[in-house]
């Protein structure tokens, strides 16, 4: 690229030819009135509110759409410029129904304050003005579409950026008007952005609507806990209380973006099920109670079962699990409690159920790709990952990287899911056909490598080739491709079968690994709150409806009858155990049931707290509002609850002073198995993934739909009325479902050995054959627990 | 998936002519005409069709929406058996269309964009359709009609099935 000077308001500037004016003056903090231009965005010159005089030009420029040029003369503020500018906004504004005083937009409206700035003080325009309806779009986003420009942001960031096109600009001249096709609601997991884009009030945040005056609210930094991408975020907070969350731009995570489920999470804060109370249970009665009454009833149910074990067992039914969105230092204090009252049963991974390489574990789930490179791979394989909902800002970047960088995607999964960016090749297997599919790439790799393919691969691998470009890609990219182990392959019954598989293809062809862990696990690895070598796992201890034979459970943050995928057991074993601590922020009737003392915890708003995101990165939130009620941030409750159990090691007076405790150096975003060992597949008793073969049982596909993986998320209230968040229903493919004569719509009964769940039947042709998907995260299908092979029948 | 089939086979090939003068990942490009298509052998528009034609097509609906509503020669809601644009532009007001249009209206008893209660004619005002020479004009489907009086009209609407 060439380098030329140009000239803008007598100041000389260096520039790149053909790049536009706009990226230049914006570099050079010369601030040109904007409402089309956005740097993400395709350039629209629509709204001509930048133009600009260049010299000789026989008109004003658009800047957001001139090149530059060397030599070029440019005058932002002439009398010239100023004309156009002036004349520009005039126009603009003839339609507009100046009603900033009910705008959510007011005071942070970039059309109010351009037209302070940049438009004269009278219109011509006397004729009447056009108003338009709004329409519901949807739970989120609320509109008011008399007040739009029609800069078309919003309908080019669903095009280009989200990859859903939604909106559109029907209609033409006076009549055009931004809207969904029939009305429709806009779905796009990450709708709310256009909120942001939008330069009037058109679009505005719902949930939001009429809560506060921007002017008067206080921005706190915080950090997401939903996902393991730790997006920075703006919590926005009016009286003590969150009013609204704004991304904070971070070029190196998220960008200018944030999922709606970062966005809209806020509202579980201050959700009417929040705890808020200290609650101890006398008999079957629940009590309000002071803090000091909890915490000593606590302790004492606690210490019963301590002293009832003897020598080396003391300790041993004790058992602690932590939601996986908890921050470091909860993760660390939680750990510490169990293990100082010798315990090793302590773990915050619900959701997965094959732990058999956690003793060859790497320190961390982690991508050995940073975030911002996301964008530059070559190629990517996801294995069991619905990356667009999983970890919905990674998915935009891979989209980013697929149309410019033409990155070649591949993906084997049970759904051949809708995603928002183009794969080269989709395999749809579901249970053992994942593992086949995924080994069989292997086979493919070591071919083409040349490379000797180990027994154990071998013998899993499929003599049937499937797909044709996906391991060339991959041996091609070498460095510069990825293999992505989503959710999906971390619950899978085979997760470490597949995890070692895919390290091997890496190993093998240079490609990059990532382990994209659930909300802030890795910092629950670092912090150790994963059980040691004599410690039960979450499966174990909630497995086998309680036959583990814990007796106490202190919980953080979670609900395992809803957040674990074995949820059936969970609820079995919680019932069973004699003592239950909940330390959460929320109460719900079935945590009521099984509990004995509830100790309200502050939410993520509420508490500071360290994250560390899945390239190792550690960031630190801070407290944005006071915890509501008498709720406190967990890691003083572990404290306080260490104290009164005279344990050694809770003297912390600060959160720093629990940071500092933990070990935080040399965390390198590695996910490689410490040693590669190949955990047999279709082992004995009941087979940890039966195949596909057999006709007459289905496979269940089990997915936690992504506002029900956590207590948070479930009680955010606008998130819960979204389309991602469909009522539980049983998937199955047409082909499947008119071999089992069914149809869509039909009220089944989907059962296997531990239960059943009455669902109504949806055909999906996405899905993989001889499967049903059934969510997990609902209590209605909670009953299916974990067994894989179910039947399904109509109800009559 | 297209659940239900709303087009004709002939209809259908005659999209799949229009795409393939088009490069392959410019599909969109065919949406006019298919739109055109469509409008041709239902006579009109509706909601239904449009997003029919856009899977045909494979945009997204409001893709082809957005393209119905910026024409006005995609008629969106539903029209008698025969359309009659009448040109209002220059040449036709001068040569005295506005005694066509009286006429028009008065005869079928409706104004513009209306249609008659037996469903026969439905009555457009357009502007110029090049014909200037025989102003003033109107088009009944696909058929110019030029130099018109009362009289020509009566025979012209006369002869129509």
């Known amino acids: 690229m060439t380098t030329v000077t140009i000239e803008v308001d007598g100041k000389s500037l260096p520039a790149q030819a053909g790049e536009m004016l706009i990226c230049v003056t914006d570099r050079n903090d010369i601030y040109i009135p904007r409402f089309c231009y956005h740097e993400k965005l395709s350039i629209a010159a629509n709204c001509r509110m930048c133009l600009v005089e260049v010299e000789n030009a026989p008109k004003p420029m658009p800047a957001c759409a001139t090149p530059v040029m060397d030599g070029m003369k440019v005058f932002t503020r002439s009398k010239y410029a100023q004309t156009a500018q002036q004349g520009t906004m005039e126009f603009l504004l003839i339609n507009h129904p100046l009603d900033c005083p009910v705008c959510d937009q007011g005071g942070e409206c970039p059309l109010q304050d351009q037209a302070m700035d940049y438009g004269s003080d009278d219109s011509r325009f006397l004729e009447k003005k056009r108003s338009l309806p709004s329409h519901d779009i949807g739970p989120l986003i609320a509109t008011e579409m008399t007040r739009c420009i029609h800069c078309t942001r919003c309908v080019r960031f669903g095009e280009e950026v989200a990859g859903v096109v939604e909106l559109g600009a029907p209609g033409r001249g006076e009549h055009m008007q931004i809207g969904t096709f029939l009305n429709r609601s806009i779905d796009s997991e990450v709708s709310g952005n256009m909120i942001d884009l939008c330069p009037v009030g058109a679009l505005t945040s719902k949930p939001y609507r009429f809560a506060a005056r921007s002017w008067e609210l206080q921005n706190h930094p915080g950090i997401s806990p939903h996902d393991c991408l730790g997006t920075n975020i703006n919590i926005q907070t009016l009286r003590d209380q969150v009013e609204r969350v704004l991304p904070i731009d971070n070029p190196e995570i998220n960008q200018c973006w944030l999922a709606d489920r970062d966005r809209y999470s806020y509202e579980a804060v201050n959700s009417e099920q929040r705890l808020t109370q200290p609650m101890i249970k006398d008999g079957r009665k629940w009590r309000e109670v002071d803090w000091e009454t909890a915490i000593n009833h606590a302790t004492a149910g606690i210490t019963t079962v301590l002293n009832s074990g003897s020598g080396n067992d003391i300790g041993k039914g004790i058992g602690g699990l932590a939601a996986a969105s908890s921050t470091l230092e909860e993760f660390y204090l939680l750990q510490k409690l169990i293990r100082n009252m010798g315990s090793d049963n302590v773990d915050h991974r619900l959701q997965q159920c094959d732990f058999r390489d956690d003793n060859i574990a790497p320190r961390f789930p982690a991508s050995e790709i940073q975030i911002q490179h996301y964008n530059n791979l070559a190629a990517v394989l996801l294995v069991g990952s619905n990356i667009r909902k999983e970890q919905p800002l990674l998915a935009l970047r891979l989209r980013d990287g697929c149309n410019k960088k033409g990155t070649k995607i591949s993906a084997i999964n049970p759904v051949d899911f809708d995603f928002n960016f183009d794969t080269v090749e989709s395999d749809v297997a579901a249970g053992g056909q994942m593992v086949r599919s995924l080994a069989t790439q292997a086979a493919h790799v070591a071919q083409i490598k040349s490379a000797e393919l180990p027994f154990d691969i071998k013998k899993i691998a499929d003599s049937n080739p499937g ?127 099984y509990a004995d003392v509830l100790l309200p915890m502050a939410a993520f708003t509420e508490s500071a707290g360290t994250y560390i995101n899945c390239e190792g990165r550690i960031q630190n939130a801070k407290v944005a509002v006071t915890p509501k009620g008498e709720a406190r941030p967990g890691w003083k409750i572990l404290r306080v609850m260490g104290n009164f159990l005279e344990l050694n090691g809770f003297e912390q007076i600060t959160i720093d002073d629990v940071t500092e405790e933990i070990n935080l150096t040399d965390i390198t975003p590695s996910c490689r198995l410490v040693e590669l060992q190949f955990h047999p597949t279709l082992s004995s008793g009941e087979k940890s993934t039966p195949d596909l073969m057999e006709s007459d049982s289905l496979i269940r596909v089990v997915d936690m739909p992504m506002y029900r993986a956590e207590v948070t998320l479930r009680h955010a209230r606008a998130l819960q009325q979204t389309a991602d968040n469909p009522p539980p229903a049983a998937g199955l493919n047409p082909a499947t479902a008119s071999r089992l004569q069914l149809n869509d719509g039909n009220r089944v009964k989907v059962q296997n050995q531990s239960g059943s769940a009455t669902l109504e039947l949806r055909t999906n042709d996405r899905l993989a054959e001889n499967c049903v998907y059934v969510p997990a995260g609902f209590m209605e299908t909670t009953d299916l627990g974990r067994h894989v092979r179910v039947t399904v029948k109509k109800i009559e | 998936m297209l659940d239900k089939v709303l087009l004709s086979d002939a209809s259908l090939q005659e999209i799949d002519n229009e795409l393939d003068k088009y490069p392959k990942d410019r599909r969109q490009s065919a949406l006019l005409a298919a739109l055109r298509i469509a409008q041709e052998e239902h006579n009109w528009l509706s909601d239904e069709l449009i997003e029919y034609v856009a899977e045909v097509i494979g945009v997204p609906p409001v893709r082809a929406f957005e393209v119905a509503t910026f024409y006005s020669m995609y008629d969106l809601k539903p029209v008698g058996r025969h359309k009659i644009n009448v040109c209002t532009n220059i040449s036709c007001m001068l040569r005295g269309c506005d005694q066509i249009v009286n006429y028009l209206q008065n005869k079928l008893g409706i104004g513009f964009g209306e249609t008659t209660a037996d469903g026969k004619f439905t009555l457009k005002e357009v502007e110029c359709l090049a014909a200037c020479a025989g102003a003033p004009m109107m088009q009944i489907g696909r058929d110019y009609y030029e130099n018109l009086s009362p009289e020509k009209i009566d025979t012209i609407l006369q002869a129509l099935p």
């Open chain 1, 467 to 593: 797909f044709e470009q996906t391991a060339n890609n991959l041996v091609a990219a070498g460095e510069n491709g990825l293999i992505i182990i989503g959710a999906l392959a971390q619950q899978h019954t085979d997760a470490s079968l597949l995890k070692a598989i895919s390290q091997w293809i890496c190993d093998t062809t240079g490609c990059k690994l990532a382990v994209l862990g659930c909300a802030n696990s890795a910092a629950g690895w670092i912090a150790q709150c994963v059980p040691g070598d004599n410690g039960m796992n979450a499966g174990q201890m909630l497995g086998q409806n309680g036959s583990a034979g814990l007796r106490c459970f202190i919980l953080l943050g979670t609900e395992p009858e809803l957040d674990s995928i074995d949820g059936k057991s969970a609820l079995a074993t919680l019932n069973k155990a004699e003592f239950v601590v909940q330390i959460s922020a929320f109460k719900s009737a079935s945590v009521m049931k």
